[in-house]
T-cell receptor
């Protein structure tokens, strides 16, 4: 079955610790995305990557870092510099065709709680 | 600037009622794409539809239908004969064209639909 996996589903950390959220896809998609969702809010883009070894900051990149060493994987690190890290994190992927915007497919999400 | 407005924060209906979720967008692009997604209580977003700006035909998929009107910058979503399983948060999104053909999505804040038995 093709899809996007995110692990773990729930993650608990102490303040001051860095934490890495996993995102893997086997859809052969070039583009991958990380979003943050807070209660009652829409999705806010953290980082996105259109191709391996390249990524761009989204609207709220401060306190986060990513890497894209493999096409299938796009891990997100929430650093201690992120002031309000508790949120629901969603990873997505899409095909990439010049001049066309394709739908994004989402993973099940990781709910991060930092205390 | 690009923007998506979903004015209805919450809607509550009784099963079998028809319900329309509104989406109004703003863009200066002549080429753009619009999307609807469903987020059930489990949290994972499910893609429903993609529409490009050159195709104004309405679309029907089972109990779901979409009305795209460029004249009013709206892309409304109607569920006919709603069911309890339709209870979810629904998001409308607009593609944003940046240099280099990198397109980001501009998201509305979502409409929470509760379908009661």
């Amino acid at each position: 079955d093709g899809g996007i996996t995110q692990s773990p589903k729930y993650l608990f950390r102490k303040e001051g610790q860095n934490v890495t959220l996993s995102c893997e896809q086997n859809l052969n998609h070039d583009a991958m995305y990380w979003y943050r969702q807070d209660p009652g809010q829409g999705l806010r883009l953290i980082y996105y990557s259109q191709i391996v070894n390249d990524f761009q900051k989204g609207d709220i990149a401060e306190g986060y870092s990513v890497s894209r060493e493999k096409k299938e994987s796009f891990p997100l690190t929430v650093t201690s510099a992120q002031k309000n890290p508790t949120a629901f994190y969603l990873c997505a992927s899409s095909i990439r065709v010049a001049g066309v915007s394709h739908e994004q497919y989402f993973g099940p999400g990781t709910r991060l709680t930092v205390t | 600037a690009q923007k998506v407005t979903q004015a209805q924060t919450e809607i509550s209906v009784v099963e079998k009622e028809d319900v329309t979720l509104d989406c109004v967008y703003e863009t200066r692009d002549t080429t753009y794409y619009l999307f609807w997604y469903k987020q059930p209580p489990s949290g994972e977003l499910v893609f429903l539809i993609r529409r490009n700006s050159f195709d104004e035909q309405n679309e029907i998929s089972g109990r779901y239908s979409w009305n795209f009107q460029k004249s009013t910058s709206s892309f409304n979503f109607t569920i006919t004969a709603s069911q309890v399983v339709d209870s979810a948060v629904y998001f409308c999104a607009l593609s944003d064209f940046n240099a280099g053909n990198n397109r980001k999505l501009i998201w509305g804040l979502g409409t929470s639909l509760a379908v009661n038995p």
